[in-house]
């Protein structure tokens, strides 16, 4: 199955902070989600984004599918955007192991 | 709609007892998963379903098992529960549309095995 490396693996904010996780994908892949996962657990589907740019609020993420990686800019963080963000790919869906985000008041 | 829900929340569990695990999705999607997800991990899948009466196996699909009668239930047996599959299970479901399989998930089931 594709191999799914996400960076860094714990990434500690200010408030207000601005803030890139990256994913790499060992192979091509034509279907990308991005997701949060709270400090209750929830998995919340934050982007489908197999290709190009697309932003939600504070949010925003890139795909480079020629290049197989992926972005996902935070900016202005707040608090309730610490949790675990997960990058999968494939349409089974592989895993990165995620990206811890603590922000500070 | 209520999207993606499971049964039970949590449950324990002592080795060799079984249980089935229950998901509903009310989105009329084809496909459907089981994934775990243990500490400190990201998910992984143990079986999946492209539609009514078929499943296939996953990354982790020993110890369980699952039937799919219903398109919109998806079931996953444990026979014979082992400490080692204490984890957190999710479920998920997605259409297929013009190559796309955008997955939504539920809550999730924390099972303990002792």
């Known amino acids: 199955g594709i191999q799914v490396e996400q960076s860094p693996p714990d990434l500690i904010l200010q408030e207000g902070a601005n803030s890139t996780l990256r994913c790499n994908f060992s192979d091509s892949v034509n279907n990308l989600q991005w997701f949060h996962q709270n400090p209750w657990g929830q998995l919340i589907n934050l982007f489908y984004i197999p290709s190009g740019t697309k932003q939600n609020g504070r949010l925003s993420a890139t795909t480079v599918a020629t290049e197989r990686y992926s972005l996902l800019y935070i900016s202005s963080s707040q608090t309730t955007d610490s949790g675990v963000y997960f990058c999968?790919?494939?349409?089974?869906?592989?895993f990165g192991a995620g990206t811890t985000v603590t922000v500070r008041a | 709609n209520a999207g993606v829900t499971q049964t039970p929340k949590f449950r324990v569990l002592k080795t060799g007892q079984s249980m089935t695990l229950l998901c509903a999705q009310d989105?009329?999607?084809?496909?459907m998963y089981w994934y775990r997800q243990d500490p400190g991990m990201g998910l992984r899948l143990i079986h999946y379903?492209?539609?009514?009466?078929?499943?296939a196996k996953g990354e982790v699909p020993d110890g369980y098992n699952v039937s799919r009668l219903k398109k919109q239930n998806f079931l996953l047996g444990l026979e014979s529960a082992a400490p080692s599959q204490t984890s957190v299970y999710f479920c998920?479901?997605?259409?297929?549309?013009?190559?796309?399989?955008?997955?939504?998930f539920g809550p999730g089931t924390r099972l303990t095995v002792t």
């Open positions: 989105m009329n999607h084809e496909y």
């Open positions: 379903s492209v539609g009514e009466g078929t499943t």
């Open positions: 998920a479901s997605s259409f297929r549309r013009d190559s796309s399989y955008e997955q939504y």
């Open positions: 999968a790919g494939d349409y089974k869906l592989s």
